[in-house]
């Protein structure tokens, strides 16, 4: 069977579920590539899979395992676990890779593959090189003298707990807290509550019943007013908000108002700076959509600030070039490497309420030397203008505002790594210049 030309995004493989796109015999031919490829650097490959609670999750983990077995690879089933749990076990474990079925904030329409190395990061770029360029080969499979074997990792969740427990510093307690969570019926629905009920909070959820379609639906990080009417609703101190694999989160406060990814990633670093001191941190690493208020505050700190393109694992990868600890995404996906090896919203959602803990200050107080730029941001369905990068007036119209925002703002045009959309920023301190600037670029493509 011939399947389309295999293309890893910024996060592995995801697209619509169906025959045109992540289908079981895709996913099947999926798992026997990776394992062939696993199987040329370890004599004896093991991976660990996972899932989100989409309705076609477990679909498609029996043909991923069906896919490794064949390739002679030992598989570990963990059931529906967050996205960052994979990568811890990955790691502990000593396996070979770790691979989460997910779309991650995506509606249930959606799925796809995530993998991790044996180290808990994602997959280097020359191995997804390696599966992409040989998926299409002719089919193949063991005898069954070398095939692989599959069993259940029954305590994967009590695993994941314990860790996200760890990362909280012992001398402190969440008692006397309410906290209203929002785990958009995702991977993540139980075990944060299950997380900080132990360290002894008193916590509501109000989105973590998963019932195969509901992941993401009008709640989680991409519907933040939904965690907002639930915290003045039940009285909460703090709401925190997942996205369906648990890799991204924001918080809110009693009174309601949100703080995400660039609020949070400054907080962070501001604690860092207090604890370890500026010859210990360094710097910070953002993206491409990082505010340039961030960036303000940043080097008001004395913190050197970079930034990479969109999406985690080029954050990761600038990480290591630096040799610096804290990186992140405005969307809430914070790599804290003290902690993790990848984005975990619940290991984060600790860390931030540690802070004000142990500073005895109010989020807002603890923020409240950041000022960020308003940012105005259209997604266009690339469908629609797939010559976007060759419209001319599009191109003049954008270098004029370019111009006309030199040293007073920025201007981002780029594809998303996981969406058909082409994604218009702009960011300036007067949000309605942003907004009429965006738009206008915008139309210029209909010319």
């Not at 289908?23 to 370890?42: D, N, W």
């Not at 989105?207 to 639906?217: F, L, R, T, V, Y």
């Not at 998303?416 to 009429?436: D, F, Y």
């Amino acid at each position: 069977m011939e399947f389309k030309k295999l293309s890893f995004g910024t996060d592995g493989v995801r697209g619509k579920v169906g025959d045109a796109g992540i289908s079981p015999e895709f996913v099947l031919r999926l798992g026997m590539v990776a394992g062939k490829v696993f199987s040329s650097f370890s004599n004896k490959p093991s991976v660990i899979l996972g899932r989100d609670t989409r309705i076609s999750g477990q679909m498609l983990e029996s043909a991923l395992q069906a896919g490794f077995i064949s390739a002679g690879v030992d598989v570990l089933l963990a059931g529906c676990l967050p996205t960052p749990a994979i990568a811890y076990l990955t790691k502990s474990m000593r396996l070979t890779s770790g691979i989460v079925i997910s779309a991650s904030h995506n509606s249930y329409h959606d799925n796809g593959i995530k993998f991790f190395d044996g180290d808990g990061n994602k997959l280097p770029d020359q191995i997804e090189q390696k599966i992409e360029s040989t998926f299409n080969d002719h089919s193949f499979s063991n005898s069954s003298t070398v095939l692989g074997t599959v069993n259940q990792l029954n305590d994967s969740v009590g695993r994941y707990i314990e860790f996200c427990k760890g990362t909280f510093p012992s001398q402190l307690s969440l008692s006397g807290l309410h906290i209203i969570v929002d785990a958009a019926h995702g991977a993540s629905s139980g075990v944060i509550e299950a997380v900080l009920m132990e360290l002894g909070a008193r916590v509501t959820s109000i989105a973590s019943s998963p019932n195969g379609k509901n992941i993401n639906k009008n709640v989680g990080t991409t519907f933040p007013e939904n965690i907002t009417k639930a915290v003045i609703k039940f009285s909460g101190d703090f709401g925190i908000a997942l996205d369906g694999d648990g890799d991204r989160f924001l918080v809110v406060d009693d009174k309601g108002k949100i703080f995400q990814g660039d609020e949070l990633l400054y907080s962070i670093a501001k604690d860092m700076v207090r604890i370890n001191g500026l010859s210990n941190v360094q710097g910070v690493v953002g993206t491409l959509m990082s505010n340039f208020g961030l960036e303000k505050s940043f080097q008001d700190m004395g913190l050197e600030f970079r930034r990479s393109r969109v999406g985690d694992r080029f954050i990761a990868e600038m990480l290591r070039q630096t040799g610096w600890n804290l990186g992140g995404e405005t969307s809430g996906h914070i790599l804290n490497l003290n902690f993790h090896s990848t984005g975990d919203g619940i290991i984060n959602s600790l860390q931030i309420l540690a802070i004000l803990i142990n500073s005895d200050v109010t989020l807002s107080e603890w923020t409240d030397e950041l000022d960020l730029f308003p940012q105005f941001l259209l997604n266009v369905p690339i469908s629609k203008f797939p010559n976007w990068h060759q419209n001319q007036e599009f191109l003049r119209v954008q270098n004029k505002i370019g111009l006309k925002l030199k040293n007073k703002g920025r201007l981002l045009v780029r594809p998303s790594g996981t969406e058909p959309l082409l994604r218009i920023m702009v960011e300036t301190s007067n949000e309605n210049l942003s907004e009429s600037l965006a738009l206008e670029l915008k139309a210029s493509l209909k010319n």
